[in-house]
């Protein structure tokens, strides 16, 4: 009875001290609490399944420190805190409540959540949320997923604006985008604008799929239209192809290539079979290539357009070569990647070999 009578009139003597402010903290639960002067700060100490909250902020830990002029609160062991859609779990946390700061620290988990599920999350060694600015700053071994996009990002170090819906990512970025064909890009830097669903990456670009390689200085990929544009020294390499221009745009379906395009200084060198030499090329100001089930089917070539093609002699084809220039250019293949017909149009200048058996 006189245990019962003590810690009630300990929490009786929280809401009194607590309650004056602007802002009251609720406890809802602690197995200790003390209330404790520390020069002229008055501080409460809870220790054992804490949970309170503070403001419009729902805190849980194993312990807590709450310091009531200077407005912070430290939470150290199992710390989870609930604001509105985000939630933070990590060893340990201080919360900067004048300046509506949280820093938290070791295996922080910030989850983001719409309709009750987890739509985005990011894991990292440190975090600081900053719920005036409603913005998210990770760093230190940074992984996280975003559910909308399918995508899986690690890196040492992002910021995320939640206001503004916009992101970036640095030190060692990597982003790898799942669908039918999944798409891994590294560069130094990446921004991510979620309103456009248009991602960015500058210097150092480099992106992979099952079927083709595409390095740059820059990448623009427009998820709304399924288009990705790569710009300064672009180079596109595939099994049976490599190519080469000023500018590069490449086209998906549901993630997987269906066409490229190459815009001046266009060069593309190609061979029928996987293992072949790329000894065929075509240069031309516009090169446009479309792929079906992962092979060449098409291209075209339009202005100032030379290409030279060989044909090894085989059972059932003949040896010829053909080198020729004008003004366009268009050839389509069979489903065994090989010619089935290449037609040069409007001033035509060229020169076929074959060989005499004779």
């Not at 197995?31 to 002229?40: A, G």
């Not at 090329?281 to 516009?286: G, K, L, N, R």
Request: charged share 30%; hydrophobic share 35%.
């Amino acid at each position: 009875m006189k245990k019962a009578f003590l810690i009630g009139s300990l929490l009786l003597a929280m809401f009194c001290l607590w309650g004056q402010g602007r802002e009251k903290i609720r406890v809802i639960h602690s197995d200790k609490l003390q209330l404790t002067k520390m020069q002229d700060e008055q501080v409460m100490k809870l220790d054992g399944r804490v949970h309170f909250w503070y403001g419009k902020t729902e805190f849980k830990a194993d312990r807590a420190l709450i310091f009531d002029l200077q407005k912070i609160a430290r939470l150290d062991g199992n710390v989870k805190v609930n604001n509105d859609s985000l939630s933070i779990s990590a060893d340990s946390l201080t919360y900067y409540r004048k300046i509506e700061q949280l820093n938290a620290g070791g295996k922080v988990l910030i989850e983001e959540r719409k309709k009750g599920e987890v739509i985005r999350w990011f894991r990292s060694d440190k975090a600081v949320y900053d719920q005036l600015h409603n913005s998210v700053t990770v760093w230190e071994n940074v992984s996280s997923y975003d559910r909308e996009e399918n995508a899986d990002i690690t890196c040492g170090y992002a910021f995320w604006d939640r206001k503004n819906r916009y992101s970036y990512l640095v030190e060692e970025p990597f982003i790898h985008i799942a669908g039918k064909d999944t798409v891994s890009v590294r560069a130094d830097k990446f921004e991510y604008f979620q309103n456009e669903r248009k991602l960015m990456a500058t210097f150092n670009v480099l992106a992979r799929s099952q079927e083709f390689e595409a390095s740059s200085d820059f990448l623009v990929y427009l998820m709304n239209e399924d288009k990705a544009m790569f710009i300064g020294e672009p180079e596109f390499r595939s099994e049976k192809a490599i190519a080469s221009a000023d500018e590069f745009y490449l086209y998906f379906q549901e993630r997987v290539l269906e066409r490229v395009e190459l815009i001046d200084s266009c060069r593309l060198d190609f061979s029928e079979g996987e293992d072949e030499q790329k000894q065929n090329w075509v240069t031309a100001d516009y090169i446009q290539v479309d792929f079906e089930d992962r092979q060449i089917r098409h291209f075209e070539a339009e202005k100032s357009v030379e290409y030279s093609y060989l044909q090894q002699k085989s059972e059932d084809r003949d040896y010829f070569l053909n080198t020729a220039n004008g003004d366009s250019l268009e050839a389509s293949f069979s489903d065994k990647s090989e010619l089935d017909t290449m037609q040069m149009r409007t001033r035509v200048n060229g020169v076929y070999k074959f060989h005499n058996d004779s």
